[in-house]
């Protein structure tokens, strides 16, 4: 079993900064993928930024340039860094860790999702 612990968020001005902090714990293999989604009120989850384990990244075209995303492999952490925030940035934010598992005969593809954090940008 996987455990997806999340930290940080909370309430912050619009212009300003928040960082976000995510820590996988239990059988995780060594080549996963960390991520960051997000979800408003009345919208659908949506993809913020995504981490693989040779750290190439992905970030949402509405944070790019504002938001930073970066992991230690060794703690199988991943943090978010989140500056020039936008009331629009208000949303739940949940942190997932996906890989791969099985052998020849089969794969299965395998994610696991933290509880979420809010992050309120107050204008």
């Not at 212009?15 to 995510?22: D, H, I, P």
Request: some cysteine; overall charge neutral; aromatic content about 8%.
């Amino acid at each position: 079993q996987v455990h997806v612990v999340e930290s940080g968020g909370g309430l912050v001005q619009a212009g300003g900064s928040a960082r976000l902090s995510c820590s996988a714990y239990g059988r995780i293999v060594r080549d996963n993928t960390m991520a960051w989604y997000r979800q408003a009120p009345g919208k659908q989850r949506e993809l913020v930024a995504a981490i693989d384990s040779y750290r190439r990244t992905n970030l949402a075209d509405s944070v790019k340039g504002r938001f930073t995303i970066s992991r230690d492999n060794a703690e199988n952490t991943v943090n978010l860094q989140m500056n020039s925030l936008k009331p629009e940035d208000t949303a739940v934010y949940y942190c997932k860790i996906g890989f791969t598992i099985g052998t020849i005969e089969r794969l299965d593809d395998v994610e696991y999702w933290g509880q979420g954090t809010q992050v309120t940008v107050s204008s």
